[in-house]
């Protein structure tokens, strides 16, 4: 496969790794971008495990906590200047409202509640088309969570680009604090037991490309793998995160000693996970002279 210059200025931009280094592992995965990144974070270490935090298509984070239900939802759009647009805040805080109250069970059944804004409706589904015309940008309603399960919610929204929602029973202070925690610290499981078994492979397979290139006996090496793999699982499991607040102590120290009971949550970052199409126009135009000139 042919790796061309936008490829290769892809991979940059989610690891930050040389180009060099970045056409290597692209000619190495075959043009595979996911295969291409794990090259280099076994070869360059973490610091190519960047591509998480860089996300890249715009929209907001909105949620609605009423009584013992809480909402969250991320809604998309194409520039960072529609975010700001007050029509379409109006429009996310609505359907986070109509998530918590209408309890939808798809993003279908969500677009046909009942809602009017800005002349446009009867439905959630009408004022998004609307809203389309009238801003002259596509606009779409990604994911959402609901609790409604008999525990507390509460939330917390970093801006309008990272939300969390937090289920649980005994004070809201900390449980807040955990909140503001997981945004900050960004774990994907409650415990490590928790922790979805595609991230552990994925860090294993990482650990044991790297073990293998250290050239250690076999014994050794699989102690490295299994070290890496628990250090991992501390690493992205709530519970034994050190506390933002005060690192001493875990989040799970910090709520026994506060009696409140984290049961669940709920991490939204705009854009994670969404590949969005950079177009590089010099790249674009050296790929049409080299093709001309090979034809």
Do not use: W
């Amino acid at each position: 496969m042919a790796i061309t210059a936008s490829m290769v200025a892809e991979l940059r931009a989610k690891t930050d790794a040389p180009m060099m280094e970045c056409k290597k592992a692209l000619t190495e995965a075959d043009g595979d971008m996911a295969k291409a990144e794990e090259l280099l974070r076994v070869k360059l270490g973490t610091k190519a495990g960047k591509a998480a935090s860089r996300v890249t298509a715009e929209g907001v984070v909105a949620s609605f906590i009423e009584g013992k239900t809480g909402a969250l939802i991320e809604v998309n759009c194409e520039t960072d200047f529609v975010t700001k647009n007050d029509s379409f805040l109006a429009l996310a805080n609505a359907a986070a409202k109509l998530v918590a109250q209408g309890n939808p069970a798809s993003l279908e059944a969500l677009g046909a509640l009942a809602y009017s804004q800005d002349g446009f409706g009867p439905t959630l589904e009408d004022v998004r088309k609307g809203l389309i015309g009238k801003i002259g940008e596509n606009m779409s309603f990604r994911r959402f969570k609901r609790y409604s399960d008999g525990g507390q919610v509460t939330g917390y929204l970093h801006g309008t680009r990272i939300g969390v929602l937090v289920e649980f029973d005994g004070e809201e202070v900390p449980a807040k604090d955990t909140a503001m925690h997981i945004a900050a610290m960004k774990p994907v499981a409650l415990t490590s037991a928790d922790v979805p078994a595609d991230l552990i492979e994925k860090e294993r397979s990482v650990a044991t490309a790297k073990a293998a290139e250290s050239g250690k006996p076999a014994d050794i090496a699989a102690k490295m793998i299994e070290g890496s793999v628990q250090k991992y699982l501390k690493e992205v499991s709530l519970f034994n995160q050190p506390f933002v607040k005060n690192d001493k102590q875990t989040v799970e120290q910090m709520l026994k000693a506060a009696g409140t009971t984290v049961k669940g949550f709920t991490l939204y970052v705009v854009g994670e996970g969404i590949e969005k199409k950079v177009d590089d126009f010099a790249a674009e135009v050296a790929a049409q002279v080299a093709a001309a000139k090979g034809a």
